[in-house]
């Protein structure tokens, strides 16, 4: 991977250091990321082995990437995603890795399969990435999914995925984990929004955050259905069978088997 690049006008972007900023970001919100992250890849092991295919659904800065190939060196990865600022982090990440490739494509577009580069994976794997789509969209993703998941192949999603029958639960987490990420801030983190303006001063990711505000907007607007609700529809549209394999109080990693 590609610790740093100079661009024509002799600017240094040093793409370790934003990938480690970036993770901290995020950790922020999910002090167990990492684990999810070990438990996901431990799956595509046991069920795909340690030579994998695998597709990077919404694959921001290549996280799952980088952790898949730093695991299974002979592993292959195709990343997609819309986010131009992401993608330009990944690149730089990834430059020179003929193991890696990148496509920029909207999951909302029913011809993103199109730019691949093959017509299978052996595991799909994504995280934290898909709650802006609303349900109706997502359906009609996961069927695309199914359909790129080779027999005995897996899809892999780690996601906040709330749960509605319990609310008094919920309501209880939530008030912890803001206890947590007040006291991480008062400590220096970074939140999403501090993370975006440092990357809006940044001379290599301004005009890529720029655009990415142009196609996002400042907040998602989708929906968080509950793990049962993934399972069911993962399994409608293909899947053999799919349920949860980790979980954490708000989130959980869900695996459906083709």
């Given at each position: 991977m590609a610790d740093s690049d100079t661009t024509a006008s002799g600017t240094t972007t040093?793409?370790?250091a934003w990938q480690r900023s970036w993770d901290r970001q995020q950790e922020w919100y999910m002090p167990d990321r990492e684990d999810r992250f070990r438990i996901m890849l431990?799956?595509?092991?046991?069920?795909v082995g340690s030579e994998p295919r695998v597709l990077d659904l919404a694959c921001g800065t290549g996280s799952i990437t980088a952790r898949l190939l730093d695991r299974f060196p002979d592993a292959v990865s195709t990343g997609v995603d819309l986010d131009p600022a992401l993608l330009t982090i990944a690149r730089g990440t990834f430059a020179g890795d003929d193991r890696v490739t990148l496509v920029e494509a909207d999951l909302t577009d029913p011809d993103w399969p199109s730019r691949l580069p093959y017509d299978t994976y052996d595991a799909v794997l994504t995280a934290t990435a898909l709650p802006w789509l609303r349900k109706g969209p997502l359906t009609s993703l996961y069927g695309q999914i199914a359909d790129l998941v080779r027999h005995g192949g897996v899809f892999l999603n780690a996601d906040h995925m709330i749960d509605d029958t319990t609310p008094r639960i919920n309501a209880a987490v939530a008030i912890g984990d803001r206890a947590r990420r007040d006291q991480a801030m008062r400590d220096g983190a970074l939140d999403w929004a501090d993370?975006?303006?440092?990357?809006?001063?940044?001379?290599?990711?301004?005009?890529?955050t720029s655009r990415r505000f142009e196609i996002y907007g400042a907040h998602a607007d989708g929906e968080m259905p509950s793990a049962a609700w993934h399972a069911r529809v993962l399994r409608e549209k293909g899947f053999a069978e799919a349920r949860p394999v980790w979980a954490s109080p708000s989130d959980t990693l869900l695996l459906a088997l083709k």
């Open positions: 040093d793409w370790a431990d799956t595509v092991e046991t069920f993370w975006w303006a440092l990357a809006a001063q940044d001379p290599v990711l301004a005009a890529p």
